[in-house]
T-cell receptor, first 114, second 113 residues
Framework: AQKITQTQPGMFVQEKEAVTLDCTYD???????LFWYKQPSSGEMIFLIY??????QNATEGRYSLNFQKARKSANLVISASQLGDSAMYFC???????????FGSGTQLTVLP | SQTIHQWPATLVQPVGSPLSLECTVE??????LYWYRQAAGRGLQLLFY??????ISSEVPQNLSASRPQDRQFILSSKKLLLSDSGFYLC????????????FGDGTRLSIL
């Protein structure tokens, strides 16, 4: 069975500072992928970043980076130089093995303070 | 790139009325298609997914059904809506090539009165 855990229901960060959003996962598969999505108040789900289980380097996409610690089964999202527009709900998701569907975490509501 | 069209954006329906939400996809062929529901302030719950025309898998027992009459069309339906069917419904699409991300439509906010 696949499981994703996001333990931070809400986070606050000062504008221009970095913030880390936690995500841990559980799967018995050797091949899997981890995704982060952003959901603004308007509701759309925006894909941010992807990390494959066999990727040796941590994924980066602009101000987003993924701190992937395979032994700890964690895939934390780091947002550098936070902007007011980063305020949103953030979801971590796991795609494992032959499964064609994602398992989503419960989300973290990030608020960037001016 | 894939484009996902979902409509309507918002819908208010009385209890017991039927429902039909439509999702169409452009820019890809033979995609995997998904319907999710999100309750207010909560995560996403997978309702249905489809790997091809006429192939529907249901993840949770419920009052809803899904159909895929064409390769790039996915429809969510109900014969009689319940109050508990209120929520935000998202359609998603993914190419069937490894660990590609799912891309989402803009969603439908459904309120049942």
């Amino acid at each position: 069975a696949q499981k994703i855990t996001q333990t931070q229901p809400g986070m606050f960060v000062q504008e221009k500072e970095a913030v880390t959003l936690d995500c841990t996962y559980d799967t018995s598969d050797q091949s899997y992928g981890l995704f982060w999505y952003k959901q603004p108040s308007s509701g759309e789900m925006i894909f941010l970043i992807y990390q494959g289980s066999y990727d040796e380097q941590n994924a980066t996409e602009g101000r987003y980076s993924l701190n992937f610690q395979k032994a700890r089964k964690s895939a934390n999202l780091v947002i550098s130089a936070s902007q007011l527009g980063d305020s949103a709900m953030y979801f971590c998701a796991l795609l494992s093995g032959s499964a064609r569907q994602l398992t989503f975490g419960s989300g973290t509501q990030l608020t960037v303070l001016p | 790139s894939q484009t996902i069209h979902q409509w309507p954006a918002t819908l208010v329906q009385p209890v017991g009325s039927p429902l039909s939400l439509e999702c169409t996809v452009e820019g890809t062929s033979n995609p995997n298609l998904y319907w999710y529901r999100q309750a207010a302030g909560r995560g996403l719950q997978l309702l249905f997914y489809s790997v091809g025309i006429g192939q529907i898998s249901s993840e949770v027992p419920q009052n809803l059904s899904a159909s895929r009459p064409q390769d790039r069309q996915f429809i969510l339906s109900s014969k009689k809506l319940l109050l508990s069917d209120s929520g935000f419904y998202l359609c998603a699409c993914k190419g069937d090539f490894g660990n590609q991300p799912q891309h989402f439509g803009d969603g439908t906010r459904l309120s049942i009165l």
